[in-house]
């Protein structure tokens, strides 16, 4: 079983900016989809993005696009998330997960869901202040 740990939340003022690490173990990095998740208090989690490693462009909800950017670093078997213009509302735990049966097409057309992804971090808390 792969595992993923993320990092790189915290604290931070409306208009801030923070980015997000997502790191693989070897055997779960290799060319394999890489989601971005985030659950608020009390409410469902949903999707902010997601990758596949290896060279794939990444893809961008509703909720990503405009402010949030996902790139990667092979070499380091990480996966970023860079927020830029925080909004309290971003107030969430964040998430990366991987689907390992996702290839390409799938990942970079955002046909997944939630349920897809099998392998989860232990997500890392974002907390925007007005």
């Known amino acids: 079983q792969g595992q993923l740990v993320e990092s790189g939340g915290g604290s931070v003022q409306a208009g801030g900016s923070l980015r997000l690490s997502c790191t693989a173990s070897e055997d779960t990095f290799s060319r394999v989809c890489i989601g971005w998740f985030r659950q608020a208090l009390g409410k469902e989690r949903e999707g902010v993005g997601s990758?596949?490693?290896?060279?794939?462009?990444?893809y961008y909800t509703d909720i990503g696009k405009g402010r949030f950017t996902i790139s990667q670093d092979d070499s380091k078997n990480t996966v970023y998330l860079q927020m830029s213009s925080l909004k309290p509302e971003d107030t969430a735990m964040y998430y990366c997960a991987a689907d390992p049966r996702a290839g390409p097409t799938y990942c970079g057309g955002g046909y997944w869901g939630p349920h897809d992804f099998t392998i989860w971090g232990q997500g890392t808390q974002v907390t925007v202040s007005s």
């Open positions: 990758v596949f490693t290896g060279g794939g462009l990444p």
